[in-house]
């Protein structure tokens, strides 16, 4: 069974930051890409951020450059989002994904930024 569980979600003033965590279960976790995407309220839901563990491959949308960064523990086979210097515009719910035959999603976790 392929289970994504997403944690570290919380409300933080502008210019804090938080981590979150996505755990994997149940697929070859360091082969696969890992997204995390956020959506907003009446916003289209974005990529913020992929990692391939394998290969230490990772790309971040041009809102978040400099101040997430996405990282993978293999042996906890977790993915991490550190997000850094967090602004009103990144509250959104923010999901992991990663696709293995069909895609996989989390349940998401709400990341609320004060200003």
């Known amino acids: 069974q392929v289970q994504l569980v997403e944690s570290g979600g919380g409300l933080v003033q502008s210019g804090g930051s938080l981590r979150l965590s996505c755990a994997a279960s149940?697929?070859?976790?360091?082969?696969?890409?890992f997204n995390w995407h956020r959506q907003a309220p009446g916003k289209e839901r974005e990529v913020v951020a992929t990692?391939?563990?394998?290969?230490?491959?990772?790309t971040y949308a041009d809102s978040v450059k400099g101040r997430f960064f996405i990282s993978s523990d293999n042996a906890k086979n977790t993915v991490y989002l550190q997000m850094d210097s967090l602004e009103s515009e990144d509250t959104a719910v923010y999901y992991c994904?990663?696709?293995?035959?069909?895609?996989?999603w989390g349940q998401g976790t709400q990341v609320t930024v004060s200003s």
């Open positions: 994904s990663t696709y293995w035959g069909r895609n996989y």
């Open positions: 149940g697929l070859p976790f360091s082969n696969l890409r």
């Open positions: 990692i391939i563990s394998l290969v230490n491959v990772t």
